[in-house]
């Protein structure tokens, strides 16, 4: 049997179920995806396509999960939807941000029968909807002067750097990205690591992602930082820039993200 051939959501949701580099653009392009989803309108069910107006009253079909609790599920397109059920059933399109507000409280699960699938609780439903990305760092703002001690970790940590690195390649406005350790014990009992990235323009965006990625990496209870890197700046700035080599330069970005078929750069 010829295998069913991915649109760009699929392909998207299967690189990111085994790299977390992968995991914000699918945040980004499920956010701007039409869905589909098993349910009825309140309108006279018939053959065809029948257009929803606003406030129109719908019923979507819930099934329970092995432990017994409710979850909605959801399809990034037609042909999945049809292998994953076994009788003709009725089915919408809807926007997934549209799918997202009206079903807010509820667990999601898109594409449960299928070698690829993704689970979404409440929390972050909510995150996506206000952030767009799964979960939000905490920010933190250093109010006044303070010594901290930097170096370089003992065990480096290879996995985290390789998947970083990989995002940052497919962000054409990150320019270099750094790695240390920092321990502030006005905070911390113990070291832990920090990432600076240096990006043109609005970073918010990429060290959210970078954000994201490293909380999916590193060890249970470990933070991971973030912060800007501005060159001419004191503090860490100057640090990464004068008293470390960058794991991360855009010149290196581009011939990876030709290397894995990203496109141009």
């Known amino acids: 049997m010829q295998a069913q051939e991915e649109n760009p959501l699929e392909e998207l949701l299967r690189l990111a179920a085994d790299e977390p580099a992968h995991r914000p653009a699918f945040c980004d392009a499920l956010l701007e995806a039409q869905v589909f989803l098993l349910g009825t309108t309140g309108q006279v069910e018939g053959e065809g ?11 979507i079909q819930h099934w329970e999960r092995t432990d017994g609790s409710p979850v909605i599920p959801f399809f990034t397109s037609l042909a999945v939807l049809q292998q994953s059920i076994d009788e003709e059933q009725t089915y919408m399109e809807l926007p997934v941000r549209s799918l997202f507000e009206m079903t807010l409280g509820a667990t999601l699960m898109l594409n449960p029968k299928s070698d ?30 303070t010594q901290v001690l930097l170096g370089q970790p003992a065990e480096y940590p ?39 990235v240096e990006a043109d323009g609005d970073a918010e965006k990429v060290i959210n992602a970078a954000g994201n990625v490293a909380g999916d990496l590193a060890a249970e209870g470990e933070p991971v930082d ?23 330069e855009k010149k290196w970005g581009a011939k990876l993200k030709s290397f894995l078929g990203f496109g141009r750069a």
């Not at 700035?237 to 080599?245: G, L």
């Open 226 to 248: 973030l912060c800007r890197v501005t060159p001419g700046e004191e503090g860490l700035s100057e640090y990464f820039i004068n008293e470390t080599t960058p794991f991360y």
């Open 158 to 196: 290879s996995k985290l750097v390789d998947s970083l690195t990989q995002l940052f390649a497919l962000n054409s406005n990150v320019q270099r990205a750094y790695l240390a350790l920092m321990h502030d014990p006005s905070v911390d009992e113990k070291a832990h690591l920090i990432i600076g």
């Open 49 to 59: 396509q029948v257009n929803l107006e606003a406030g129109s009253e719908v019923q």
């Open 116 to 145: 690829y699938g993704k689970e979404f609780v409440p929390a972050e439903v909510e995150q996506l909807l206000n952030h767009g990305v799964s979960r939000m760092p905490e920010q933190r703002v250093v109010e006044k002067e």
